[in-house]
Structure formats: structure tokens, C-alpha cells
T-cell receptor, first 114, second 114 residues
Framework: EPEVTQTPSHQVTQMGQEVILRCVPI?????FYWYRQILGQKVEFLVS????????KSEIFDDQFSVERPDGSNFTLKIRSTKLEDSAMYFC????????????FGQGTRLTVV | AQKVTQAQTEISVVEKEDVTLDCVYE???????LFWYKQPPSGELVFLIR??????QNEISGRYSWNFQKSTSSFNFTITASQVVDSAVYFC???????????FGTGTSLTVIP
């Protein structure tokens, strides 16, 4: 069964450091998403991406964040200068159609900023 | 504005009891999608079901069933004969017709006691 793969599963980084979270979406999917979940809280939308550009982004997705699809298979989320409050579980998702009617989420990357 | 409310923060049941998780949503869209996800202690998001706004038929899948009531804007989830492995956080989510983002509820933490 096809799946979205995220690496690493857990990353610890020092405050102020740059971090890149990686995702390999399902191969024939065209729409890509990042969500995050601060421990014990709800899952929040960060950004959606289609046709090599951002479709929509939330208020959380400020200038510290960027996304890229560097090689046609990976979909990355970069946080330029991490803050303690960036500690969260980050989920990548991909979909074949715009409605994301079958949401395939990755298993998540737990980011801990110390 | 879209909003999903899961009023039950935590529920505990004894194994083999039935349990219903409530979900109430708000949206101005006539077309939308509703979802339930399970988040076990390992942290990943597991897709359970998708419903579009035009399909009010209730659905049963094994021990799981869903009751979609458009008149009350509710999409409740029932687990019959609960098992310890059902212990998890369950999220209800709403997608607008653009599919660009999901709106998650705050989740209900279910503990099934053996």
C-alpha cells in the first residue's frame, strides 16, 4: 500500500539552528501539505503546495518557514532559525486531487528544540 | 469560518463497552468533507473515514460506525465493544471545497480500561 514517508522520525536541534524536515509523498500525488501538532494540542495547518508553488499558508507559516520540492520526489519543510515554540510533531500529507478527499498523512517528525 | 468542536476532551470506558465520540462542525460551504483520524500513542495520524456533505448515509465498518446529521452539523463516531487497542486520541476534521486545508478539532482522548 502506498504511503507518505517522513524522515527523520525524531529530530533534536538547538534553538537558532536551521532544520529541514523531509517527506516523500505518494508518487502520483500532486498536492502536498504540512501540518503541525504541538504536544497535546490540535493539528494545525501550515501550508499547501501545488505545481511548485504555495497554494495557501496559515499565519503560523511566517518568514522562518519555507517549503520546497527539490527533486520531484521529496517535499521539504525548512525552519530557518528554530525557536523553542517550534517544538511539535510535523505531519506531511499528500493527495491526488485538490479536495484531499483521501488524506494520506505521513507518520510525523517529532521536532524538539532545546 | 470553519470550525470543528470536540467537546469531550477525555473519555474512559471499560473494555467491551460502546463509546460515542462527538463532533460538531461549522461551515458556510455547501460542499465540504468530514474526516475522522486516530492518533495512537506512537503519534501518527491514521485515516479512518471521509464523508462528503452530500452523503448522509451512516456507515459501519466492523466495530466502527459514523452518524452524519447535517441538520445538527454533527458527525459522531461510535466504537462498539471497545478494545484496549482503541485507546488513542481521535480527531474529527473538516475540509473546505478547495481542499487546501483541514480544520481539526482539539481531539478526544479515549482510554479503554481492560
Amino acid at each position: 500500500e502506498p504511503e507518505v514517508t517522513q524522515t527523520p522520525s525524531h529530530q533534536v536541534t538547538q534553538m537558532g539552528q536551521e532544520v529541514i524536515l523531509r517527506c516523500v509523498p505518494i508518487s502520483n500525488h500532486l498536492y502536498f501539505y504540512w501540518y503541525r501538532q504541538i504536544l497535546g494540542q490540535k493539528v494545525e495547518f501550515l501550508v499547501s503546495f501545488y505545481n511548485n508553488e504555495i497554494s495557501e499558508k496559515s499565519e503560523i507559516f511566517d518568514d522562518q518557514f519555507s517549503v520546497e520540492r527539490p527533486d520531484g520526489s521529496n517535499f521539504t519543510l525548512k525552519i530557518r532559525s528554530t525557536k523553542l515554540e517550534d517544538s511539535a510533531m510535523y505531519f506531511c500529507a499528500s493527495g491526488q486531487d485538490r479536495a484531499l478527499t483521501e488524506a494520506f498523512f505521513g507518520q510525523g517528525t517529532r521536532l524538539t528544540v532545546v | 469560518a470553519q470550525k470543528v468542536t470536540q467537546a469531550q476532551t477525555e473519555i474512559s470506558v471499560v473494555e467491551k463497552e460502546d463509546v460515542t465520540l462527538d463532533c460538531v462542525y461549522e461551515t458556510r460551504d455547501t460542499t465540504y468533507y468530514l474526516f475522522w483520524y486516530k492518533q495512537p500513542p506512537s503519534g501518527e495520524l491514521v485515516f479512518l473515514i471521509r464523508r462528503n456533505s452530500f452523503d448522509e448515509q451512516n456507515e459501519i465498518s466492523g466495530r466502527y460506525s459514523w452518524n452524519f446529521q447535517k441538520s445538527t452539523s454533527s458527525f459522531n463516531f461510535t466504537i462498539t465493544a471497545s478494545q484496549v487497542v482503541d485507546s488513542a486520541v481521535y480527531f474529527c476534521a473538516l475540509s473546505d471545497p478547495t481542499g487546501n486545508q483541514f480544520y481539526f478539532g482539539t481531539g478526544t482522548s479515549l482510554t479503554v480500561i481492560p
